[in-house]
């Protein structure tokens, strides 16, 4: 496993419209013990292929209150060859700025190139302090994140000259996973936007990324990420709300593996990281 991803929290303090963490009533809603956290790192440093650490869940990783101590207990990784990656939703950059910019990879999750589209994609805060705040950051690695839905496809195209404008390093486009959106008719066409997001890396020296379903494997997240939930037990991924002792996601791969692929779980179905050999919708 190349990469792992840990939820430090699992609150929040917005309401996306996109997002699990709003429409599953069962999220045990807390912040991760210290303790709980070391022995993850014990037992990810047994690994010895890992390449990143993540600070990303179901939640809000700088709400959580030892914040600073979190940084501090994995920095050292860094020495390793380790790259440490956070990806926030920036309401904490101003109080957290000195540490944010000691992660090597910052991911701002944006959603919107406008007020107007960011107030209904992510209610809670607010687009003209977010574009002040991340002008602030100075990390090696600057991604600004946009999740496709409904409301914001139309600013595609202007979320790329929006990243350029504040320093972003890297775009990276995803199509909105939909099991957890109530209306779930899609308003945009996915070969359309493809087209356009080919167009957009052409033409800009930014790294645009779309994220689209792999075509080997059973799926982009459980093949490469192995996620930890803020109580210590891992996760399929992050969409999939069952957990799994770490010992069970190691020695039950195979069995795993195979649940994925014969669809076991429904989430899969109408996921951009399931593969499209294993019939992963591809448009
Ligand atoms: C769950 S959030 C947690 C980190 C942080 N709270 C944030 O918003 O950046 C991690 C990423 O998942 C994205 N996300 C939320 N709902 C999604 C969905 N239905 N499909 C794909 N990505 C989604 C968010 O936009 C964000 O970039
Ligand atoms: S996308 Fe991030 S900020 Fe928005 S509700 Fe989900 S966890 Fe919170």
Not at 197 to 211: A, G, Q, R, T, Y
């Amino acid at each position: 496993m190349k990469s792992v991803d840990i939820e430090i929290s699992s609150v929040c303090n917005l309401k996306c419209i996109n997002c699990a963490y709003n429409s599953e009533d069962n999220i045990d809603k807390q912040f991760m013990k210290i303790e709980v956290f070391t022995n993850i790192l014990k037992k990810i440093k047994k690994m010895n292929n890992l390449v990143y650490i993540h600070l990303v869940g179901l939640g809000e990783a700088t709400l959580h209150p030892k914040f600073i101590d979190f940084f501090e207990l994995i920095k050292d990784l860094k020495s390793k060859g380790v790259n440490i990656g956070i990806t926030t939703n920036g309401t904490n950059i101003l109080k957290y700025v000195d540490v944010l910019n000691k992660f090597d990879t910052i991911t701002i999750s944006f959603d919107a190139a406008s007020a107007e589209v960011f107030d209904k994609c992510r209610p809670g805060y607010n687009f003209s302090k977010l574009v002040e705040n991340v002008k602030k950051l100075t990390n090696k690695k600057k991604r600004f994140s946009f999740i496709i839905n409904n409301y914001n496809f139309k600013e595609i195209e202007a979320f790329v000259e929006l990243s350029k404008k504040l320093g972003a390093t890297d775009v990276y486009y995803e199509f909105a996973n939909e099991p957890w959106i109530k209306k779930n008719n899609r308003h945009y066409d996915k070969t359309n936007i493809k087209l356009i997001i080919d167009k957009l890396k052409k033409s800009n020296d930014l790294n645009i990324v779309l994220k689209d379903s792999p075509v080997s494997g059973v799926c982009n997240y459980f093949d490469n990420v192995l996620k930890f939930n803020q109580d210590g037990t891992t996760s399929i991924c992050p969409f999939i709300n069952k957990k799994i002792l770490f010992e069970d996601i190691i020695l039950s791969r195979k069995a795993l593996t195979e649940d994925i692929e014969n669809l076991k779980y429904s989430e899969c179905k109408q996921c951009n990281h399931f593969s499209i050999m294993n019939n992963g919708t591809k448009c």
